[in-house]
């Protein structure tokens, strides 16, 4: 049985990336070792990370001034990070679009000296959508404006990057790093959990404008930004197995012709699925037009017992992954650069037949 994979994270990987890493799995490039018994202070690695790096520039027109950070601790520890290395005895803004703004916003509380101020929030409205944000409402004294540019749980993205004046746009960009059309010139400091859209879970990328560096003091290393620059990454033993799979996926993506063509892909994934939605009698997006994301995409009936009846078929016919989060219900597909778009076309089919078997009009 073929198996879709709609995984939210760690989610579906390229299957040519999975069978070149199987074929040099116990012998990288000659060298009689895994990339995983490599050193991370090997010309064998310095290669892997270097290129992964050149690549990830190339793929998002990342501009000279800004670094590219491998790092480890999620997404989550970002949340932590970005006040610490730019917020102390100062003020940080927030727009609430989700569970993982929730976090940010949280985590930037825990710490004494930065205040938090959310300028905006749909949480009224479930998160079915994203706020508008207006120059009017950004403070030009504060450090940042943290967004989280895709909302993998509610389904929403921001469709533009707001203007925030002189004040630095951080973006918590997990869910559509490499599936957007923003300018990385638009933001200070992007960063994303690797086990969406780029590889396995374990690698945080961060990718942060030179002037942001050494703003505040850290006095951890491992929480600072400047020392891991510094050190290219390799303060520390960095992941690298996930880095050298984030190489090839990096390499996919430019051989299937970069990001406007892997972009103009999503959205037809992406536009099947929201049609099969619009036409169902049965099936209903949560989301605001305006607000939809092109990578998670959830769906209901409106029936909690609908739900679990199309959940428990779809997973029998081999739709993984399909159950939406505990916070919306129903169901999500989560369409990342990976997965295929036959999935889709399957998914739809079978939506098709079930509303037909469950009474649809
Ligand atoms: C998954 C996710 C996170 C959490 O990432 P971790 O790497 O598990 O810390 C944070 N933000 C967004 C938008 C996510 O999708």
């Given at each position: 049985?073929?198996?879709?994979?709609?995984?939210?994270?760690?989610?579906?990987?390229?299957?040519?990336?999975?069978?070149?890493?199987?074929?040099?799995?116990?012998?990288?490039?000659?060298?009689?070792?895994?990339?995983?018994?490599?050193?991370h202070?090997?010309s064998?690695?310095?290669a892997?990370i270097?290129?992964?790096?050149?690549?990830?520039r190339?793929?998002?027109?990342?501009?000279?001034?800004?670094?590219?950070?491998?790092?480890?601790?999620?997404?989550?520890l970002?949340?932590?990070?970005?006040?610490?290395?730019?917020a102390?005895?100062?003020?940080?803004?927030?727009?609430?679009?989700?569970?993982?703004?929730?976090?940010?916003?949280?985590?930037a509380?825990?710490?004494d000296?930065?205040a938090?101020?959310?300028?905006?929030?749909?949480e009224?409205?479930n998160?079915?959508?994203?706020?508008?944000?207006?120059?009017?409402?950004?403070?030009?004294?504060?450090?940042?404006?943290?967004i989280?540019?895709?909302?993998?749980?509610?389904?929403t993205a921001?469709?533009?990057?707001?203007?925030?004046?002189?004040?630095?746009?951080?973006?918590?960009?997990s869910?559509?790093?490499?599936?957007?059309?923003?300018?990385?010139?638009d933001?200070?400091?992007?960063?994303?959990?690797?086990q969406?859209?780029?590889?396995?879970?374990?690698?945080?990328?961060?990718?942060?404008?030179?002037?942001?560096?050494?703003l505040c003091e850290?006095?951890?290393p491992?929480?600072?930004?400047?020392?891991?620059?510094?050190?290219?990454?390799l303060?520390?033993?960095?992941?690298?197995?996930?880095?050298?799979?984030?190489?090839?996926?990096?390499?996919?993506?430019?051989?299937?012709?970069?990001?406007?063509?892997i972009?103009?892909?999503?959205?037809?994934?992406?536009q099947?699925?929201?049609d099969?939605?619009?036409k169902?009698?049965?099936?209903?997006?949560?989301?605001?037009?305006?607000?939809?994301?092109?990578?998670n995409?959830?769906?209901?009936t409106?029936?909690?017992?609908?739900?679990k009846?199309?959940?428990?078929?779809?997973?029998?016919?081999?739709?993984?992954?399909?159950?939406?989060?505990?916070?919306?219900?129903?169901?999500?597909?989560?369409?990342?650069?990976?997965?295929?778009?036959?999935?889709?076309?399957?998914?739809?089919?079978?939506?098709?037949?079930?509303?037909?078997?469950?009474?649809?009009?």
């Amino acid at each position: 049985m073929t198996v879709y994979n709609f995984s939210a994270g760690p989610a579906v990987l390229p299957t040519p990336v999975l069978e070149q890493a199987q074929s040099e799995f116990t012998d990288y490039q000659g060298s009689g070792m895994s990339v995983m018994e490599l050193s991370h202070r090997s010309s064998f690695f310095d290669a892997i990370i270097k290129d992964a790096k050149k690549r990830l520039r190339e793929l998002m027109n990342i501009p000279d001034n800004y670094h590219i950070l491998f790092l480890q601790g999620g997404a989550s520890l970002q949340f932590s990070m970005v006040p610490l290395n730019l917020a102390q005895n100062k003020k940080a803004l927030y727009v609430n679009t989700g569970s993982w703004s929730k976090k940010a916003i949280g985590a930037a509380k825990m710490l004494d000296n930065v205040a938090v101020e959310v300028i905006a929030s749909s949480e009224e409205d479930n998160f079915t959508y994203i706020p508008d944000i207006t120059p009017d409402m950004i403070d030009q004294d504060a450090a940042y404006l943290h967004i989280t540019t895709n909302n993998t749980i509610v389904g929403t993205a921001f469709q533009t990057i707001p203007d925030a004046g002189k004040v630095p746009i951080v973006a918590d960009m997990s869910s559509n790093i490499l599936a957007n059309d923003y300018n990385v010139e638009d933001f200070g400091i992007i960063y994303a959990g690797a086990q969406k859209n780029i590889g396995p879970a374990g690698l945080t990328v961060v990718i942060i404008r030179d002037d942001l560096l050494g703003l505040c003091e850290v006095n951890e290393p491992m929480l600072d930004y400047k020392i891991h620059t510094e050190a290219n990454s390799l303060y520390n033993t960095p992941p690298t197995f996930a880095i050298y799979i984030a190489q090839l996926v990096f390499k996919w993506l430019q051989d299937l012709g970069g990001l406007p063509e892997i972009l103009k892909q999503d959205q037809e994934k992406a536009q099947l699925l929201y049609d099969a939605i619009e036409k169902s009698s049965i099936f209903t997006s949560p989301v605001r037009q305006d607000s939809r994301s092109i990578t998670n995409i959830p769906f209901v009936t409106g029936d909690e017992e609908l739900d679990k009846k199309f959940n428990a078929e779809a997973l029998a016919a081999g739709f993984e992954n399909l159950k939406g989060h505990r916070s919306v219900g129903g169901m999500r597909a989560s369409l990342y650069n990976a997965f295929p778009k036959e999935g889709v076309t399957a998914l739809v089919a079978f939506m098709e037949k079930f509303e037909k078997e469950n009474g649809g009009a």
